[in-house]
């Protein structure tokens, strides 16, 4: 593999070594001195301050503690910026929001962040001075209500005797009787408990409208905002009696505001929730039916940005992506593009300006540039960062400089000259001149975007130096189309920041290739400086320690000036380090999209090559034939064994794996544990013993599928490496939790097996870990269950335990806690149907993988079933609406198909208003999508079932018998 190393990177490394060497010498060094500090600083007050803890509010992300009991979220970080100016220690009280109001109120809590201020509130509480921020609040009424304001946009008369919902404690009363009195208008205010009463009042119809400050709320379909009411103010409260907090929370914020004025802004860029989807108006629906497809321009020679694939012939960059996320992205309208290639800007705004596309991609989002070709710029599509390439190695940029621009770029002579006033612009013939008038001297400097310099082979001589002023990227339109800049606007704001900046990295690094005589010859100098620096550092490390009795005074000196060195250089470096913690997310949210891929593209060969090994094996081959299959299927199981354990330990590290506790009886959890026991034990000789206690009550709210997940592979591991003639025993036990209404439930497992040592049980947790011994590695497996299983049971708040010793046996032990509930409302696990007769059960297959669609066929004729096949799901729409009702028992339906996917077809048949038996007929999933959202996908668009390639035949059938037992009251049996 061929990689570029770039010498400010080495330099980088080199300065955090010499960096962590001084530290060394200063803490060696001066031991006494640090220890005076720390006495003095404990003798002074540190203050405590309690402060409440609660979650999401609204729209806002206020505090989280995820799976490894790490803190964040909008309020905790900002809490934590006070502290830095404050140095209080802080005291966290959880509880609900309005619960720690009270608190704060009675002085038992003494801060708490996320108060609305009001006039009423000051009788009870104290206010910071400054805001955290400001919510808009709306009024919000049926979408199908007439729009008075097209006819009466400043008269509100017409809202004079209606209902408006205001929620209890939100505070929003205030701010509607002020604007109702402004505008004089008689309102009938309503005080409803909760947001959820509020929509259901409207609904109803028993109020006209209510007031919300809710983001989501401006995407429902259903709902129109009528006015903005004025601003609520977010502050931090305080308690009456804590003048003291007031005092100093106040000057710190004062601090914060005059140091970075814009903190609270970029905190709530962080954590503040954007919508996820949006809506077109009927005007904007009907400007897309009239101008579909969208004409979009883009340039054809940057492959990261826009471009066509050479090997491919499709395109791709950061403009496919922006196509494909916006197509679907509007709930009620479905976009359309044409991408239209072009070799420069000047001919895509000539294109614009005669009305051949309608949209120009990657445009500078400048103003001036806007305005002097006549077109709109939309807001910002893509943040690219800048590089000023230079021979000066201590280029400072707020410094008056002279830069070389080739003479055609009018948007980055806009850039310059908007960001930087004071540098003299050297126009220049082409890019390469541009390059040449550095390196003579001619110029101090030129300017490029991240990507092309990325991309660039030439430059290894000069020096590059990341520009504070980013870049930033728009779409451009024509001046008449305000429709579409509204719709194009509408499109960026719900599209996710990583999506582009996560493209443009992915396809940046696809394009990038060196040899390794490049890097050799590219970095001959850094690497030889790094060896030297390697070998200076051990030398001042040697130094430091033989110097160390000499006095004190003098060594503070000198460290204090190589620290202000140091400074200097790590001031430099800050910008390339966020670029590589930028590349570094991008990079994570790369890897999880393509395992998502690869878990598609995976399970489809593996659907055949297990399924047509299944059919073989029924055939009665001879033996030589019926061992190579037993061995294909085992294979088959390991790797897909394996497939499974990587794509679930990526999506938790990712933080897409969720506790979903639920009501369940943990005695039944505990049986389908066992049950699915007994079919591992089958062909073994080993004694199973289970011990089961019984707990105050059976019923328990907890996630069932993580715990029998963790608990069948702890088993299966005992039965794995515990050979035949041994022993395991499983026992659950319940202790008191915290709370009366807490329970732990201890699970625990005893084998006389292998064991290990006491070496490989401080790694059985790793990823990929197994005791690297024969008596191990004889058994097969992925190195992945147990990290699994200790990620499931930390999710779940739990935790575990292991004991072993080589040749004696492990005992694991497992504790969840759990709370008690009713026996209502019971989840169960799935358990297999009764066996009912199938035979002439009549089925649509909907599949266009030809090899899965002949398995499954050839599997269900063999259990008696009739089969038909259909490729797509418009296909199987017109097969199943052709024929009379009735014609068909069931519907296997795949996903991801041409012209019409399962999800449509789905809803298209439950849509068919004309036929009985469009709503009861199961339709089940048969889908390589195996993910959790994958399933909620299919159980949305009106599916019975999910099932995940490969598919399992007794599975299938069971579900099949299932879904044919809830489907109204006809006869299983068919004769």
């Known amino acids: 593999m061929a990689f570029f190393i770039k010498p400010k990177t080495l330099k980088l490394i080199l300065t955090a070594f010499i960096f962590s060497a001084f530290f060394c010498i200063k803490n060696s060094v001066y031991a006494e001195i640090s220890a005076d500090n720390t006495e003095r600083k404990s003798a002074s007050a540190i203050k405590t301050v309690k402060v409440g803890w609660f979650e999401t509010v609204s729209n806002v992300t206020c505090n989280v503690i995820n799976s490894h009991n790490e803190r964040s979220g909008f309020c905790y970080e900002y809490q934590q910026e006070i502290r830095s100016y404050t140095g209080w220690q802080y005291e966290y009280v ?172 970029d905190l709530a860029r962080k954590y503040i929730s954007r919508s996820t989807v949006a809506t077109l108006s009927h005007e ?17 020679n940057n492959l990261a940005m826009s471009g066509i694939d050479p090997k491919t012939g499709k395109l791709i960059g950061t403009v496919e992506k922006y196509i494909e996320f916006a197509g679907n992205c509007f709930t009620n309208g479905k976009l359309t593009f044409e991408p239209i290639p072009f070799s420069n800007l000047e001919a895509e705004l000539q294109a614009l300006k005669n009305g051949d596309v309608d949209i120009i991609f990657q445009i500078s989002q400048n103003p001036f540039f806007g305005e002097k070709y006549d077109m709109l710029l939309s807001d910002t599509v893509l943040k690219i960062p800048m590089v000023a390439v230079t021979m000066d190695k201590f280029f400072n940029e707020t410094e008056k400089h002279t830069v070389a621009v080739f003479k055609n770029d009018f948007p980055l002579r806009l850039y310059l000259s908007t960001n930087y006033p004071s540098w003299e612009i050297v126009l220049c013939e082409s890019h390469q001149q541009c390059e040449e008038f550095v390196k003579s001297g001619k110029a101090e400097c030129f300017v490029m975007n991240s990507n092309s310099f990325s991309n660039s082979r030439t430059l290894d001589s000069m020096f590059s130096i990341y520009l504070t002023k980013l870049g930033n990227m728009a779409f451009a339109v024509r001046p008449e189309d305000t429709l579409l800049m509204s719709i194009l606007n509408q499109s960026i704001y719900i599209m996710p920041e990583s999506l582009m900046i996560g493209a443009l990295a992915i396809y940046s690094n696809a394009i990038q290739k060196f040899t390794l005589d490049e890097i050799l010859r590219n970095n001959f100098l850094a690497i030889t400086g790094a060896m030297i620096g390697s070998f200076l550092l051990v030398i001042l490390i040697i130094q430091a320690f033989l110097k160390k009795t000499q006095k004190a005074e003098l060594m503070t000196k000198e460290a204090m000036e190589n620290t202000l060195l140091l400074n200097e250089e790590l001031k430099k470096s800050h910008d390339e380090l966020q ?17 998502n891929n690869m878990s598609h593209d995976i399970r489809t060969p593996m659907n055949a090559i297990i399924g047509f090994t299944n059919i073989a094996l029924k055939e009665s081959p001879k033996e030589s034939i019926k061992s190579c299959l037993l061995k294909i299927a085992e294979s088959s199981d390991h790797l897909l064994t394996l497939i499974n354990d990587v794509l679930d330990i990526s999506r938790i590290e990712s933080g897409k794996t969720k506790f979903e506790p639920v009501p369940v009886n943990i005695h039944e959890l505990t049986d389908s544990v066992l049950d699915i026991m007994q079919g591992l034990l089958s062909n073994r000789d080993l004694i199973f013993n289970v011990e089961r206690s019984l707990p105050k009550s059976p019923y328990v709210l907890a996630d069932q599928v993580r715990i029998r997940e963790v608990l069948v ?101 497992v504790e969840i806690p759990m709370e008690y509930t009713n026996g209502d409302n019971i989840q169960k696990l799935p358990s297999s149907a009764s066996k009912a007769n199938l035979k002439n059960v009549k089925v649509l297959i909907v599949e266009d993988n030809d090899l899965n669609a002949e398995i499954a066929t050839m599997q269900l004729e063999d259990l008696g079933l009739d089969v038909t096949r259909v490729c797509n ?95 109204s009251d006809s006869t299983l049996s068919r004769t």
């Not at 408006?164 to 205010?189: C, R, T």
């Not at 930028?582 to 949210?589: D, G, H, S, V």
């Not at 794995?720 to 319940?734: L, V, W």
Request: hydrophobic fraction near 40%; aromatic fraction near 10%.
């Open 579 to 595: 670029q590589a913690l930028t590349a570094a997310e991008n990079a994570n949210a790369a890897k999880t999209i393509f395992l």
């Open 873 to 967: 799901g418009k296909e199987a729409v017109e097969k199943f609406e052709s024929l009379p009702e009735n014609t068909f028992d069931l519907i296997l339906m795949d996903i991801m198909m041409p012209l019409m996917n399962g999800y449509e077809a789905t809803q298209t048949i439950r849509a068919m208003k004309n036929r009985s038996d469009s709503q009861n007929i199961p339709i089940i999933a048969m889908t390589a999508n195996a993910f959790a959202e994958d399933v909620k996908a299919s159980f949305d668009a009106g599916m019975n079932a999910h099932l995940a390639k490969p598919i399992v035949i007794e599975d299938l059938v069971n579900v099949i018998r299932r879904c044919l037992q809830k489907s």
């Open 94 to 265: 959880s509880g609900t929001w309005s619960e720690l109001f009270e608190l704060l109120k009675q002085g038992k809590i003494d801060l708490l962040s996320g108060v609305t201020y009001c006039p009423d509130r000051e009788n009870e509480i104290l206010f910071s001075e400054t805001a955290m921020f400001e919510e808009s609040c709306y009024i919000y009424a049926k979408n199908k209500e007439p729009d008075f304001l097209e006819y009466m946009p400043s008269d509100f008369s017409w809202l004079n005797g209606r209902k408006i919902g205001i929620v209890l404690e939100s505070n929003q009363k205030f701010l509607l009787e002020k604007w109702a009195s402004d505008k004089k208008i008689d309102l009938d205010i309503v005080v409803i408990q909760t947001p959820e009463l509020a929509r259901k009042f409207l609904e109803d119809g028993r109020i006209f409208g209510y007031v919300s400050s809710d983001e989501s709320e401006k995407t429902r379909r259903d709902l129109k905002s009528i006015v903005c009411i004025g601003k609520k103010l977010i502050k931090f409260g305080i308690s009456k009696n804590r003048l003291d907090l007031k005092r100093e929370l106040d000057q710190a914020l004062e601090k914060i505001n005059f140091i970075n004025p814009y903190f609270d802004e």
């Open 713 to 813: 592979n702890i088993l299966s591991n005992a039965v794995k490496f515990t050979d035949d003639g041994g022993s395991i025993n499983f026992r659950t036990e319940f202790r008191p939790g915290k709370t009366e209404n807490q329970v732990i439930v201890i699970f625990s497992v005893k084998d006389t097996g292998i064991g290990m040592s006491q070496e490989f049980i401080g790694k059985i947790f790793d990823e990929f870990a197994q005791e690297n011994s024969d008596a191990r590695t004889h058994y097969k497996g992925t190195g992945l269950g147990m990290a699994i299983t200790k990620r499931y049971i930390e999710l779940m708040s739990g935790r575990i335990f292991v004991e072993s010793k080589k040749g004696m046996g492990t005992t694991v032990t």
């Open 284 to 300: 904007e629906i009907d400007w897309v039916r009239q101008h579909s497809p969208l004409r979009i321009a883009y340039l054809d």
